[in-house]
């Protein structure tokens, strides 16, 4: 089980899975953060490997309930 002291998101997987909560593809993310698609899905993996969650909407779901994302 994760503690909500032991994850430390980066701003860009904030922002990543703030876009996710909008319902966003990794290519649109991409086009808004002006970043390519694989470094959407970069940063989602690493966001998802954090929050021990298999998918992006579990890992947005996760860091909103522990109140990582503003």
Same mark, same amino acid.
Request: charged share 30%; proline share 1%.
């Given at each position: 089980?994760?503690?909500?002291?032991?994850? =430390?998101?980066?701003?860009?997987?904030?922002?990543?899975?703030?876009? =996710?909560?909008?319902?966003?593809?990794?290519?649109? &993310?991409?086009? &808004?953060? +002006? &970043?390519?698609?694989?470094?959407?899905?970069?940063?989602? +993996?690493?966001?998802?490997?954090?929050?021990?969650?298999?998918?992006?909407?579990?890992?947005?779901? +996760?860091?909103?309930?522990? +109140?990582?994302?503003?």
């Amino acid at each position: 089980m994760v503690d909500v002291q032991e994850v =430390v998101l980066s701003p860009r997987e904030k922002q990543c899975l703030q876009w =996710v909560e909008e319902g966003k593809s990794s290519w649109e &993310i991409g086009v &808004i953060l +002006k &970043i390519t698609e694989n470094t959407v899905n970069f940063h989602l +993996k690493n966001a998802m490997r954090k929050l021990e969650v298999t998918t992006r909407i579990q890992a947005a779901i +996760k860091a909103r309930r522990l +109140k990582l994302l503003d």
